[in-house]
């Protein structure tokens, strides 16, 4: 406890630099999808680096297709604890802008809450384990186990320049532990470590029936639609009990419901009234905690298909597009339930229709070990902050590039993070507590202290 108060004097003493610094990291539009965003992921990945210098860590960045990633790393030293922490720096875009109640780039606090864009998801946690970094080095001037930070720019785009350089840089990356700072905890008074998280998988799907959109009433009676075809294969994925009616879907599914893993603190009523949901879709015989954490789900993001301008336009249309995510759980292949979905659309579209499916990246479930050296530490971490016993959960999102890295890395994994369902990320006025950034620094600092014992 004594260091959780020399830690607390150093936050205290340093919160206005802090906040100053948590906001020039906020300003950059660092919108990774989009090209035209381009300069400032650069512009941000350099502030990232130069904070890391500063810090006193050697620092630099790997250049990927895309975005770079920025690199950090203390003086390392032999037979030393090496843990890896991971976290990013671009943002999910901000339409609808006209949802925002204020500019998604230039941060707001509003009831001790720091309202932007990024300021859950990522930058406020990745920025609140760098500040973490910066006290335990200006407190001891050395840290004794090795610390490395991997901080990437495409993570809400599939990591798909991290992916491409891992195995060049493995030896750059090589460590004994996985620390993810990119999630949350099921509620504000609740402490947890994220155990696991589902892969993902993403499709698109495109059904066609001719080689233009036809007028309704001279081809009315005749012509197949190809939006009537979608519709009714897209309405055959589920029974009435929610259950994905894919043959062979659910093989490799078998759900640990573990004493380890709590259920428990899930509250329906709140979430309803939280997001406004009025009916559910959770699987019978599951409470709402289990179908997203233990079973796979199925969901259509998107369909079009023919006219859906103003007014009207009485057409059949040509085409009718859908795209699709999979949630998966472990055990179950990407590569398999892809090519599960694929025969389901190929048997119950018409015959004759053509039928094109495009995969995007995909990954398998992720799953930590609780009796890990770092599920330890960060479970005495949690504890120790919040004053009471730390969860253990699961997550039922995913971060496709995390399965890779510990698959090339050899490494143990967990995830952690301070956010909350309520946090807006994705969505307009995303904001971040900054009570929860100085817990989620406390945290940080006392993981790595607990790691050097």
């Not at 300021?119 to 004794?144: C, R, T």
């Amino acid at each position: 406890m004594e260091n959780t108060s020399k830690l607390q004097l150093w936050y205290k003493n340093n919160k206005e630099k802090i906040i100053n610094d948590y906001f020039k990291f906020l300003q950059f539009q660092s919108v990774g999808t989009d090209p035209k965003y381009h300069s400032q992921m650069l512009n941000c990945a350099n502030w990232v680096m130069n904070y890391c210098k500063e810090m006193g860590l050697d620092s630099y960045l790997i250049e990927t297709p895309k975005h770079p990633i920025v690199f950090a790393k203390n003086s390392q030293k032999q037979n030393a604890h090496t843990i890896l922490i991971y976290g990013h720096y671009d943002v999910q875009p901000v339409d609808p802008i006209e949802l925002w109640d204020s500019d998604p780039f230039e941060p707001k606090v509003i009831d001790n809450k720091v309202y932007a864009r990024g300021a859950a998801d990522d930058k406020g946690q990745i920025f609140y384990a760098m500040v973490a970094i910066k006290a335990l080095l200006e407190m001891s001037a050395e840290i004794p186990i090795n610390i490395k930070l991997c901080i990437e720019g495409e993570e809400e785009s599939g990591s798909t320049g991290l992916s491409k350089i891992l195995e060049q840089e493995k030896q750059t990356f090589a460590c004994d532990s996985l620390l993810v700072v990119d999630v949350g905890i099921p509620n504000l008074n609740t402490p947890a470590i994220t155990l696991g998280a589902r892969g993902l998988i993403q499709m698109e799907v495109e059904i066609s029936n001719a080689k233009q959109d036809l007028h309704s009433g001279v081809h009315g009676g005749i012509a197949y639609s190809a939006n009537r075809a979608m519709t009714e294969v897209l309405s055959k994925l589920w029974d009435k009990n929610n259950h994905i009616q894919i043959p062979n879907f659910y093989d490799d599914v078998n759900p640990d419901f573990s004493q380890e893993i709590d259920t428990s603190s899930f509250d329906l009523q709140e979430y309803l009234k939280a997001f406004g949901v009025k009916v559910t879709a959770v699987e019978k015989n599951m409470s709402p905690q289990e179908a997203n954490w233990f079973l796979p789900s199925l969901e259509i993001n998107g369909i079009y298909g023919g006219y859906v301008g103003e007014g009207v336009k009485t057409i059949i249309p040509a085409s009718s597009h859908a795209k699709l995510s999979c949630r998966i759980v472990p055990n179950q292949s990407p590569e398999k339930v892809i090519q599960q979905i694929k025969n389901f659309f190929l048997d119950n579209i018409p015959k004759g229709m053509d039928l094109k499916i495009k995969t995007h990246a995909s990954s398998s479930a992720i799953v930590g070990n609780s009796k890990s050296k770092l599920a330890e530490a960060a479970i005495k971490a949690y504890s120790e902050t919040y004053n009471k016993e730390c969860k253990k959960i699961l997550t039922g999102s995913s971060i496709p590039i995390i399965w890779n890295m510990t698959q090339k890395l050899n490494c143990d994994v967990l995830l952690i993070g301070v956010g909350v369902a309520e946090d807006n990320i994705h969505s307009p006025n995303e904001y971040f507590g900054l009570d929860r950034f100085e817990k989620g620094f406390l945290i940080i600092s006392k993981i790595i202290n607990h790691l050097k014992n």
